[in-house]
């Protein structure tokens, strides 16, 4: 369910994500086959792999959370398989064992969908970060001989990577850029957005990725009126680019 409340906070300037090839690779020694994702979903994002079971790289695939909210997830895959979910939330380009927020193993079970929530702590500042899943056949992923961690060698399995659209709970953490407001919000199609100062790129993102709207600045205007009225009701993400910051919202499209 959508909580009808705007959250107003600040990427983190610089706070990119790391390059595939930035992390360490988890090995899977007999391959994968059927012991791999075949289907995820999460933050309103249904993601069905398109490609062999050796590749992993989805980072153009965005998946949204908001910091302190207990979020769906489910993760489909084979034949006594295993998941773990890791997200790199300090950006070190590491999975450490704190960032493990879903582990669950079924042995005696063949092909399962794993239905779970996770929760990114309420402390994460908005921003862009590396979102793991990991299947591991005959493993409980933590302790086992057939293999465990974020990057350890398993006999049989995969591992998908996308990027996770963390937005923050509570407040502006950047005093350099004044409010935002979206209003009305939610809105049936038409809202306005005022600021300070005006934008020098604003961009409108569907939860499940899409561009709806990126345009650079035409005007020194601080007021836009924008209209949704042709888009599905749903969660949207507002992104306000000023020389001085950006920030992020959410708006809600009834």
């Avoid at 009225?229 to 992020?248: I, N």
Wanted: with cysteine; net charge negative.
């Amino acid at each position: 369910m959508i909580t009808r409340y705007t959250i107003l906070s600040l990427f983190l300037l610089g706070g990119t994500f790391a390059q595939a090839q930035d992390y360490c690779a988890p090995v899977f020694n007999n391959g994968c086959f059927n012991w791999r994702s075949m289907n995820i979903s999460l933050g309103g994002t249904d993601w069905v792999p398109a490609g062999a079971c050796t590749e992993f790289d989805h980072t153009a695939t965005v998946m949204t959370v908001g910091a302190g909210e207990a979020t769906p997830m489910a993760v489909e895959n084979g034949v006594w398989c295993g998941v773990s979910v890791y997200v790199d939330l300090n950006n070190n380009y590491t999975f450490d064992p704190e960032e493990l927020l879903f582990n669950e193993y079924n042995g005696n079970q063949p092909s399962r969908v794993h239905e779970f929530q996770i929760t990114v702590p309420l402390s994460t500042p908005s921003g862009m970060y590396r979102l793991r899943v990991l299947n591991h056949w005959g493993s409980d992923g933590v302790n086992s001989t057939n293999g465990s961690g974020p990057c350890g060698p398993y006999e049989y399995g995969n591992y998908d990577e996308f990027t996770l659209q963390v937005v923050g709970a509570a407040g502006i953490t950047d005093k350099s850029i004044a409010p935002v407001v979206l209003s009305p919000n939610p809105t049936s199609g038409i809202f306005r957005i005022e600021a300070e100062v005006p934008y020098e790129q604003l961009t409108i993102m569907s939860i499940d990725g899409r561009s709806i709207l990126d345009q650079g600045a035409n005007s020194n205007a601080t007021t836009t009126v924008l209209d949704l009225s042709a888009e599905a009701a749903g969660l949207y993400t507002v992104r306000y680019e000023t020389a001085l910051g950006m920030q992020v919202m959410r708006l809600v499209k009834e």
